[in-house]
């Protein structure tokens, strides 16, 4: 493990948490409300309140930058070194429950919640394909059984899997991307290891590295094999399992055991049509006297 210090540190006020690094700003790629890729000084994470999503639409940008100054953070803008605002997330999970992992050049905060689950069946055996995650057929794409969030007016319900993802090194703009990717397959194997589910239906990340401007210096990889993916892996595992813990104690007690017994969830009980690619059909050109 290296000596240094980490570069990005988590701070939490009046239900807000800020993902930041101290000695400069972050290159942020987000999938949250407003993702994708900006410069910022920090990240957030919001706990919006219970029936909060019940109030009818809303501006999320007003609303979370309202919670960021009621916390006594800087402006969500930062100190203008920033070209976009900060990205930010909204959770139903209170953020006493966030875990911050660390390893080497790494650092991942997570909140979890699973009382929302996106169960995704494997198509073994029509009648195991949904009766494994305990929903009938009939039922499977129901209202009891799904619940919809559009991301411009619908806030998070009561679950969701929030990931802010943070290497001390720049990486290359597809090694940024790709880091989404590692951490959101570190995250389905952490839950269905624990609780049987890849996921929730409203889970999202945030990725962030330096924003040097010396472009050589970039790490052109992030893959499961390379320090940076590894450690990344390692983070979201560990930081993951810690806030279920938190939430619902060792045992994780109150995780529903299904969609079925789930406040909220969905079953992905639908098949793709699946085929070769077709080839290249060449037509000969006519012969031109």
């Known amino acids: 493990m290296s000596g240094r210090p980490p ?7 009046d239900g ?12 942020f790629l987000s999938t949250g409300f407003d993702g994708g890729v900006r410069v910022a000084d920090a990240a957030y994470n919001v706990t919006v309140p219970e029936g909060w999503d ?6 999320l940008r007003a609303y979370v930058d309202t919670r960021v100054g009621t916390a006594g953070f800087a402006d969500v803008a930062g100190d203008g070194a920033a070209d976009g605002v900060a990205p930010a997330l909204l959770t139903g999970v209170d953020q006493r429950h966030a875990r911050v992992a660390r390893l080497e050049e790494a650092t991942v905060l997570a909140t979890a919640g699973v009382s929302n689950p996106a169960a995704l069946p494997m198509p073994a055996d029509e009648v195991d394909r949904v009766g494994d995650a ?4 009939d039922d499977a794409g129901s209202a009891e059984n799904s619940v919809e969030n559009d991301g411009n007016d619908a806030g998070p319900p009561a679950g969701t899997v929030n990931l802010l993802v943070g290497a001390d090194r720049p990486l290359a703009p597809g090694a940024l991307a790709n880091l989404v ?19 929730t239906t409203s889970d999202a990340v945030v990725v962030g590295c330096p924003a040097g401007d010396d472009t050589a210096a970039n790490t052109a990889f992030s893959g499961s094999a390379t320090p940076i993916g590894t450690a990344v892996r390692a983070c979201v595992r560990d930081a993951v399992h810690g806030s279920l ?3 619902y104690g060792p045992e994780l007690d109150g995780v529903p ?13 639908r098949s793709a049509t699946v085929s070769a690619p077709g080839a290249v059909v060449r037509r000969e050109r006519p012969d031109r006297e």
């Not at 570069?7 to 006020?13: P, T």
């Not at 305990?134 to 057929?137: A, K």
């Not at 055991?257 to 992905?268: M, N, R």
């Open 257 to 269: 055991g299904s969609v079925a017994t789930a406040e909220y969830g969905v079953v992905t009980d």
């Open 54 to 59: 019940e109030g009818g639409r809303r501006d």
């Open 7 to 13: 570069a990005f540190h988590a701070d939490v006020e």
């Open 16 to 27: 807000v948490c800020r993902f930041r690094r101290t000695d400069g700003p972050t290159r």
């Open 245 to 247: 813990t938190s939430r």
């Open 181 to 199: 990717a590692v951490a959101a397959e570190a995250k389905a194997a952490t839950l269905l290891a624990t609780v049987g589910f890849p996921g």
């Open 134 to 137: 305990d929903v009938d057929r």
